[in-house]
């Protein structure tokens, strides 16, 4: 592989790494609010199906219960959204490592010739 080529190639592919380091950063800290809802979500469901007063019932699903529902929901479609985004991120890194590779002996025979 040409070197000027090589060079882009790796130089496309760090700019490609600091976006997917970026997702990656987004996704743990969007996973760690995630697990704070779950419990938050859990915790009050499992208070109002222990419960038998309906007023009380009915404020608890109010206050607590579908508003942490709504949170869990939306931080779960944007974890599907990111992990989609890590995925297609990768690819590009693996592709340029493997073109890379796949380049890399044509180098060594080209040279042997010389």
Known sequence: MEEYLEKSLEE???DISEILD??????GEIMKELKVYTYKYGITKQVIQSTVNEEIIESIR???HKPF???YNELKEYVKDLDEKRKVFQMFV????????REAPKIDLVAAFK
């Open 22 to 27: 970026q997702i990656n950063q987004e996704y």
């Open 69 to 71: 529902e709504e949170k």
């Open 94 to 101: 693996n592709k340029i490592d493997e073109v890379k590779k």
């Open 62 to 64: 109010e206050r607590y």
């Open 12 to 14: 496309w592919k760090e």
